[in-house]
């Protein structure tokens, strides 16, 4: 499968940005799916998770109550919807995607993802 992350760009603190991973190559309803992110000089870490099944999430405590993970199974698309940002959410950010034949899980290792996009830049700055 092919990821395709798109969205980012600047914004002012306390605005907003919708974040789009496009996935094609098929069996995208078996995926589970997952944004990270990447600040300048930091770890790549786990921001959230959708499984594929129930549409059950899971958030990093940073970004709890302000970022909403969703996905359209139609579509081959997972959104990531960002209020209320803040400096520190200056990053890159990637889709991931974690292929699971059976049993629906939402990790947040890395690891266990096995297909990456190329990232996606969101400055938020004033």
């Known amino acids: 499968v092919q990821l395709q992350a798109s969205g980012g760009g600047l914004v002012q603190p306390g605005g907003s940005l919708r974040l789009s991973c496009a996935a094609s190559g098929g069996g995208f309803s078996r995926f589970c799916m997952a944004w990270f992110r990447q600040a300048p000089g930091k770890e790549r870490e786990f921001v959230a998770t959708?499984?594929?099944?129930?549409?059950?999430?899971y958030y990093a405590d940073s970004v709890r109550g302000r970022l909403t993970i969703s996905r359209d199974n139609v579509a081959n698309t997972v959104y990531l919807q960002m209020n209320n940002l803040k400096p520190e959410d200056t990053a890159v950010y990637y889709c991931a995607a974690d292929f699971q034949p059976s049993i629906p899980t939402i990790p947040t290792e890395e690891y266990k993802y096995d297909y990456w996009g190329q990232g996606t830049l969101v400055t938020v700055s004033s």
């Open positions: 959708i499984s594929w099944s129930s549409g059950r999430t």
